[in-house]
């Protein structure tokens, strides 16, 4: 079965510090993935995308890395802020198969 | 730059009782997907088009209805509503062309008492 798991669930963090956010697949036949942003009430936001043949990308303060062959990605965010309490998920989309499948998400809180 | 836009955004239903669900994109995506988001469980896939006049079920289908006549809209019917369609729906797009680089409108909660 064509599985997503991010964990931990929830993430507590002082503001500044560098933090992890980890994504688990269990297929390595993935054709891309895909890291969102959620805010409170509020739909998704695609932060970054990584396609198969790539091994990280990066936007401003936001690194993801990919790891088909363990089945993992990373989100990194470097010098984290307040405004950066939300919670994010990663999709993956599997190879013939033309749906995304979302992991649950970690809920992400920085402390001023 | 309205991207992908959904209404309503609240809505009470009785049960028993039928709606649909608006969807619109203004950026010429061929595939569009709705998706339903329960607190703890992720998102799940309803239904998803590839194209005006084609699509197709998704994970959790029961209980809804779609269609595409046009590459802009892809309202959701909820037939004969059951309190287990309370959730938050999202009508999101992408293009192959772009990456996948998938869209979401901000969302319409429905509650179905």
């Known amino acids: 079965k064509q599985e997503v798991t991010q964990i931990p669930a929830a993430l507590s963090v002082p503001e500044g510090e560098n933090l992890v956010l980890n994504c688990s697949f269990t297929?390595?036949?993935?054709?891309?993935l895909q890291w969102f942003r959620q805010d409170p009430g509020k739909g998704l936001t695609s932060l970054l995308l990584?396609?198969?043949?790539?091994r990280e990308q990066t936007s401003g303060r936001l690194n993801a890395s990919l790891d088909k062959s363990s089945g993992r990605s990373t989100l990194y965010i470097a010098a984290s802020q307040p405004g950066d309490s939300a919670t994010y998920l990663c999709?993956?989309?599997?190879?013939?198969?033309?749906?995304?499948?979302f992991g649950t998400g970690t809920r992400l809180t920085i402390i001023p | 730059n309205a991207g992908v836009t959904q209404t309503p955004k609240f809505r009470i239903l009785k049960i028993g009782q039928s709606m649909t669900l608006q969807c619109t994109q203004d950026?010429?995506?061929?595939?569009m997907y709705w998706y339903r988001q329960d607190p703890g469980m992720g998102l799940k896939l309803i239904y998803y088009?590839?194209?005006?006049?084609?699509?197709d079920k998704g994970e959790v289908p029961n209980g809804y209805n779609v269609s595409r006549s046009t590459t802009e809209d892809f309202p959701l019917r909820l037939e004969l509503a059951a309190p287990s369609q309370t959730s938050v729906y999202f009508c999101?797009?992408?293009?192959?062309?772009?990456?996948?680089?998938?869209?979401f409108g901000e969302g319409s909660w429905l509650t179905v008492v």
């Open positions: 297929d390595s036949a993935i054709y891309n």
């Open positions: 990584i396609q198969s043949s790539q």
């Open positions: 088009s590839v194209g005006a006049g084609i699509t």
């Open positions: 999101a797009s992408s293009s192959r062309g772009s990456g996948n680089t998938i869209y």
């Open positions: 950026m010429n995506h061929n595939y």
């Open positions: 999709a993956v989309l599997y190879f013939g198969n033309e749906k995304l499948t």
